[in-house]
């Protein structure tokens, strides 16, 4: 059974750099063909994908999200990490990793809890 954890601070101010992490439990980020995603949902508002890190170690990026985001990992620690950078209040969101069988198709088998994200000075 594959468990996904998200940590990070739960309040950013706005400029500066969200760093969110998931660490998974009971299977391989490296292990082919698994793709590990960050998602986010703004209050009264739906699912956004914001970017994954693929089993090989590529990433790819909402193109709406794309300058402002980084998705990297330490296989040392089975953990991917992400970025977003010059956060304002629209970021504030719950976060969740996921991983996926797919790097074209977005369907999750798994996911983390959330974690709570608000952006305010």
């Known amino acids: 059974q594959v468990q996904l954890q998200e940590s990070g601070p739960g309040l950013v101010k706005p400029s500066q750099t969200l760093s969110l992490t998931c660490t998974v439990f009971?299977?391989?980020?490296?292990?082919?063909?698994?793709?590990w995603s960050w998602i986010r949902q703004p209050p009264g508002k739906g699912l956004e994908w914001i970017g994954y890190?693929?089993?090989?170690?590529?990433?790819y990026y909402s193109p709406s999200l794309k300058s402002r985001t980084s998705i990297s990992r330490d296989t040392s620690k089975n953990q991917f990490t992400l970025q977003l950078s010059s956060v304002t209040p629209e970021d504030t969101a719950v976060y969740y990793c996921?991983?996926?069988?797919?790097?074209?198709?977005?369907?999750?088998?798994?996911w983390g809890q959330g974690t709570q994200v608000t952006v305010s000075s």
């Open positions: 890190i693929a089993y090989s170690g590529s990433t």
């Open positions: 009971g299977g391989s980020i490296t292990t082919s063909n698994y793709y």
């Open positions: 996921a991983r996926s069988p797919s790097g074209a198709v977005q369907v999750y088998e798994y």
